[in-house]
């Protein structure tokens, strides 16, 4: 491996691999071959985020800071389309659309397709539109959260988002997998673990993998809180957190009111 391959930044590793790549491919896949082409010392949890960030039609790509800002996905940074949950194919913007980053009500970003921008054919899925239309909700829920994180019954101290130089606390990438929110309060860490639906009893196992990540390489003596957040909890779930204090969970409500409109009213 030559010097000049090991200064490549992590998203140029993927970008090169990607591009070598024949159709979709899943995020293990391209890792994998960045490592053949770049040796194994490369950071799992980097190449998940040059993933996300590179993928036009990600909802969580606002995340990270090259695309903190509205623009349209018509850089070197934007590479890749998402099918669906972990998978990906070279971006066209011919068979794909043109996609953008843009100002949303309020102070917020969202990802879409550009209006007033060529053609913009709908977006050829080649997983179901059924699965990524869960991935899209899960994603926007989660968006949500993070902007409204909630007040936990016995902690006093507000919550706010983690955040480091590139990125923010939404989807942070670790080595044991991606937290869907990781929030501090008071000093102490809250790892946020969200489930579109009911949350199975495995999502206690998830979480404290997440957990005890944190408390190994961001919270050192600080406490680490674990929050499963899903519409519903089952009863083996509530029985096995009655057996770690530092997980609570919580249920949401989510309800959509629809309203006729006219070109007048």
Request: with cysteine.
């Amino acid at each position: 491996m030559s010097n000049e391959n090991k200064r490549l930044p992590v998203w140029q590793m993927v970008r090169e691999a990607a591009q070598l790549m024949n159709g979709e491919c899943t995020y293990s896949a391209i890792k994998a071959k960045v490592r053949s082409m770049y040796g194994d010392n490369i950071n799992d949890s980097s190449m998940n985020c040059s993933i996300i960030s590179g993928a036009v039609n990600h909802p969580s790509r606002i995340h990270y800071s090259e695309n903190k800002k509205p623009r349209l996905a018509d850089t070197e940074y934007d590479y890749l389309f998402s099918t669906g949950r972990g998978k990906v194919v070279w971006y066209e913007p011919q068979k794909h659309g043109v996609w953008e980053i843009a100002q949303a009500a309020g102070n917020g970003l969202i990802v879409r397709l550009a209006e007033d921008v060529g053609e913009n054919p709908i977006p050829a899925m080649e997983a179901s539109a059924e699965a990524y239309g869960m991935f899209a909700l899960e994603a926007h829920l989660r968006d949500y959260l993070a902007k409204n994180l909630p007040k936990l019954p016995g902690h006093d101290a507000p919550l706010t988002l983690y955040g480091t130089e590139d990125r923010d606390g939404v989807e942070f990438q670790t080595d044991v997998g991606p937290i869907d929110i990781l929030a501090t309060g008071n000093g102490d860490f809250y790892v946020f673990e969200l489930k579109l639906g009911r949350g199975p009893d495995s999502a206690l196992g998830q979480i404290l993998r997440y957990m005890g990540w944190v408390k190994e390489h961001l919270a050192g003596e600080r406490n680490v809180f674990g929050i499963i957040v899903a519409s519903d909890i089952g009863q083996k779930l509530r029985y096995a957190a009655t057996q770690v204090p530092n997980v609570k969970l919580m249920e949401y409500d989510l309800k959509v009111n629809l309203r006729s409109v006219a070109l007048n009213s």
